[in-house]
């Protein structure tokens, strides 16, 4: 008999969860007027509202905290840092940050001006923010396959390299950098592939721009590449890293993520250039440079979190994880954003609750119904995170209404992924049954889904 598929770690601590009762939960729900993010922790029972900073340390990592250097100026854990980050990625310069959207403030304070024109495959909502707050643009270069979820291509997260020369050949002169996300985290944490970041290359190369990985799933990125892209079936996930960072001149990164700590980002380039410039916004922003926001301790755990996370079996864990869960999906009948993502599973909400007027937002009404049946918490990736037209104040219901459950790293087991399952198809088998949605009570003008305060209808 072949031997069944397991993880690469064992367990050493456990945090106790509880299962609440409906009634709780509709009491709790009411009381965070229908917003998820209004709910305490421990009114969820299992959270998949993100994958940032939520995953489980390894005792390695735990080890390597208490060797931390706290010294203000050249700590140990710094160099450490640098050191794992040059040879994982062969960039030398390194400067440490909170997280990812502080590496993109300082990077970008250096790199961005008004009016300039940033193309990529699709923004992350922090970099699109610290693009436009500097008065400039954000264009989406993402593929047309994206947009159907039902489509099955291996590489739906790469950059359209016909609007990407299309948007050089008309702006040329005022875009500063090409950023590509890998993996292409909006498109539903889909890859890019090799073939297409030497295109972006290319296209940078004949007109003198520069290319930046926005990385914070560089690692899952380099899973797919080996598992899809037969010229690296038999390259090791770290070759197949140095030969990705290979094609860009620079990287910022949250390293909640793919650095497998609970906080903390850099930026790391091969320029000197671009390491002056980004310097001196560093220090008044975020601390000096061998420390740059974070603790010798916390610099020490994320050193080890990358060699760890650079390793295929940690990869095949995780992903094989999300695959089990859209597997069970499959198998109910659920459609989801096709093929399944490396961090998350985008359950197409538009289709399930296809009676809910996009006026009412459906996803948010699945989110809402999958925590009042089971206490799983999802995130509404939709009309209501899309935010207003800034001109016309007009809902955007141009994309898709996703509900996303994201998978946290070494943090649930498979049975945790059969509750999930289980708990959304009871909600499909009576989706006919729900008709209404959710209208807004209040909204922040902006980044509205964090705040925001709904009634339910009908
Ligand atoms: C999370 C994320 C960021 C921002 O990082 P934070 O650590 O949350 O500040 C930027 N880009 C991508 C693709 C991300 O997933």
């Known amino acids: 008999m072949k031997l069944p598929f397991a993880e ?17 939960r509709e009491k ?20 998949c509202l993100t994958d940032s900073g939520t995953g489980a340390m390894s ?43 502080a590496a ?22 922090t970099t699109k923010g610290h693009i436009e707050a500097r008065k400039a643009f954000a264009v989406d270069c993402t593929v047309d396959e994206a947009k159907d979820t039902q489509l099955e291509v291996p590489f739906k997260g790469n950059v359209d390299l016909e609007k990407l020369e299309a948007c050089l050949k008309e702006n040329g002169d005022k875009v500063p ?15 890019v592939s090799m073939e297409n970041l030497r295109g972006v290359r290319r296209i940078a ?28 079936k038999d390259r090791t996930i ?27 980002g850099f930026i790391a380039t091969r320029w000197e250039d671009i390491y002056e410039g980004a310097k001196k916004y560093e220090i008044p922003f975020e601390g000096f440079l061998t420390y740059g926001g974070m603790n010798g301790r916390d ?5 080890v979190g990358l060699d760890e996370n650079t390793e295929f079996d940690m990869l095949r864990t995780r992903i094989h994880q999300v695959e089990y869960l859209a597997k069970k999906l499959d198998e109910y009948g659920i459609p989801y954003q096709r093929p399944v993502g490396g961090h998350a599973i985008f359950v197409d909400a538009d289709r399930v609750l296809d009676r809910v007027p996009k006026e009412e937002f459906p996803a948010q009404r699945l989110a809402i119904e999958l925590y009042l049946e089971a206490g799983v918490r999802g995130c509404e990736i939709g009309y209501l995170l899309a935010d207003r037209d800034p001109i016309t104040r007009e809902n955007r219901f141009g994309g898709n209404d996703f509900l996303r459950l994201c998978i946290c790293r070494r943090t649930y087991t498979d049975n945790h992924m059969d509750v999930i399952a289980a708990a959304l198809k009871n909600v499909y088998d009576r989706r006919h049954e729900i008709t209404r949605g959710v209208e807004i009570a209040w909204e922040a003008e902006l980044m509205r889904h964090f705040t925001v305060q709904l009634k339910p209808l009908g």
């Open 8 to 24: 690469c770690w064992k367990i050493k601590m456990v945090e106790p969860i509880r299962m609440s009762t409906r009634e709780e």
């Open 28 to 47: 709790w729900l009411a009381d965070a007027h229908y917003n998820l993010f209004m709910l305490r922790s421990d009114m969820v029972y299992i959270d």
């Open 59 to 101: 005792d390695r990592q735990w080890a390597a905290m208490m060797t931390g250097d706290e010294s203000y100026a050249g700590a140990r854990s710094f160099y450490e840092l640098k050191d794992t980050i040059e040879r994982i990625t062969g960039f030398q310069y390194v400067i440490p940050t909170h997280q990812g959207r």
């Open 104 to 125: 993109e403030n300082v990077l970008f304070s250096h790199l961005v001006k008004a009016g300039d024109i940033v193309p990529g495959n699709s923004h992350f909502d």
């Open 177 to 191: 950098f090409i950023i590509v996300t890998i993996t292409n985290n909006t498109a539903g944490g889909q890859p």
């Open 205 to 232: 190369d004949k007109y003198g721009k520069r290319v930046i990985f926005d990385s914070a799933r560089f690692a899952e990125n380099a899973y797919f590449i080996k598992t899809r892209e037969p010229e690296f």
């Open 238 to 264: 770290k070759e197949i890293c140095r030969e990705m960072f290979s094609l860009a001149d620079a990287m910022t990164m949250s390293s909640k993520k793919d650095g497998l700590v609970n906080m903390g």
């Open 299 to 303: 610099m020490a755990a994320l050193a």
